[in-house]
């Protein structure tokens, strides 16, 4: 089959400047354009991170929030605009995404991401990315993930600090979210106690974007945290491994 039986020229236009990346190329193309990604939150992670996957033609993303617009939510989340104070997140992001890509089939459900829904959802989903902001949603999409087998990238922010991790669970040998963090739903702190300045969510949204692509395309991600400081612009990383008395994912589980 042809590159243009593959591609309608106008989507070759589209995606002409990343084909040209070796690493990525027409192969790279043929596989986002036929994964489904699941982003649980529509936020300040969600919004450039989708806007990302959107641009670069993943083929169906799925977007999950219960929130609704909020005027202070603006200054972050920049796929909002003024008109969409009021709506619901995940519907407003998808409008946003339709318009900067009609070839990618957006899929908003106004819902919380419990249990019952992610495996649901999970089956026909290829990746997850967790941008939400509270440890019980993100240790059920953990869980979900291992059930089901699919890679994570998690992000959160806070104030001036950030924090990425990708777990390819795929692999039975990978550490999960609960190796690191442990199982715990304790020490939430939301935006609207603590702060978040906007460039600092916009970083951490658009690298797990990054990773999605990477683990999208086959390309191996290295099991680290990447903790950003946006004070200094500086970046730190600590290795980790897969925990075999981990509750979630290891051995002795039940």
Known sequence: MSDQEVFSDDQ??????????????????????????LLVGCGGLANPAALYLAGAGVGRLILVDD??????????????????????????????????????????HAAMAGDDWLDQQLP??????????????RQAINAACVRHRKPLVSGAAIRLDGQLAAFDLRDPDSA??????????DG???????????PVVGTIGTLQALLALHLLTGKPVAPRLRL??????????????????????GRSRT
């Open 188 to 198: 939430d702190l939301a935006c609207s106690e603590a702060g978040i300045l906007g």
């Open 176 to 185: 999960c979210y609960a190796c690191v963090y442990g199982d715990g739903t």
């Open 12 to 37: 070759l236009q589209r995606y002409s400047r990343q084909l040209l990346v070796a690493e990525f190329d027409l192969d790279g193309q043929e596989a986002i354009a036929g994964a489904t990604v």
């Open 67 to 108: 929130d609704t617009v909020d005027t202070s939510n603006l200054h972050r989340q920049i796929a909002f605009r003024g008109d969409q104070v009021g709506q619901g997140k995940a519907a407003a992001l998808a409008a946003q995404l339709n318009a900067l890509n009609p070839d990618v089939a957006v899929e908003p």
């Open 228 to 249: 950003f400081d946006g004070r200094t612009l500086s970046w730190r990383e600590m290795a980790f491994r897969k925990d075999p008395a981990c509750p979630v994912c």
């Open 124 to 137: 026909e989903v290829d990746l997850v990315l967790d941008c939400c902001d509270n440890f019980a949603t």
